[in-house]
T-cell receptor, first 114, second 109 residues
């Protein structure tokens, strides 16, 4: 039982390059989330997927796209990376329910855009 | 106005003391409340969740929720150096979770 996994762990991009961050969970959770964490800013929600087949924008969606590939996998794509997207990206999942909506986080992807 | 506000710290306490962390939130419809611990370079991990007004205790940790005052707190008793980390308060307002910016805690041996 691996929980939430993310790939890659580290990435360096040049401005304008594209990449996809991968996330998978094996806990049979319905909901999945992508956050970015910047110094002094806390965790900010980029996109979320409440269930397979649905995605919604969070607080900071500009410059990103997502795909909920199936119940297990939720990917985040940067089409044209910018230095402002340098950050640590966390994927999380949870099973929304009465008194059971704890989020579990992956190990993070540290992205630098030059 | 931010959804979730935390006392920004940093907070330093001596080993064995009680550490008190505070959080306020703006959405009265919020249903569930969480405290996460995050070590430097690591991902957040759940310390406590609380859903009803009052206190919830788990070992050395006690979460307190007051929905009327829109206030959540975390008390850490008998603080240990291993408790040194950033503590994040989180609130679920429906489908979205909002996080505070975190409070950095250092426990001094």
């Amino acid at each position: 039982n691996a929980g939430v996994t993310q790939t890659p762990k580290f990435q360096v991009l040049k401005t304008g390059q594209s990449m996809t961050l991968q996330c998978a969970q094996d806990m049979n959770h319905n909901s999945m989330y992508w956050y970015r964490q910047d110094p002094g800013m806390g965790l900010r929600l980029i996109y979320y997927s409440a269930s397979e087949g649905t995605t919604d924008k969070g607080e900071v969606p500009n410059g990103y796209n997502v795909s909920r590939l199936n119940k297990r996998e939720f990917s985040l794509r940067l089409e044209s990376a910018a230095p402002s997207q340098t950050s640590v990206y966390f994927c999380a999942s949870c099973r929304i329910g009465l008194d059971t909506d704890t989020q579990y986080f992956g190990p993070g992807t540290r992205l630098t855009v030059l | 106005q931010k959804e979730v506000e935390q006392n920004s710290g940093p907070l330093s306490v001596p080993e064995g003391a009680i550490a008190s962390l505070n959080c306020t939130y703006s959405d009265r419809g919020s249903q569930s409340f969480f405290w996460y611990r995050q070590y430097s370079g690591k991902s957040p991990e759940l310390i406590m969740s609380i859903y009803s007004n009052g206190d919830k205790e788990d070992g050395r940790f006690t979460a307190q929720l007051n929905k009327a005052s829109q206030y959540v707190s975390l008390l850490i008793r008998d603080s240990q150096p291993s408790d040194s980390a950033t503590y994040l308060c989180a609130v679920n307002t429906g489908n979205q979770f909002y996080f505070g910016t975190g409070t950095s805690l250092t426990v001094i041996p």
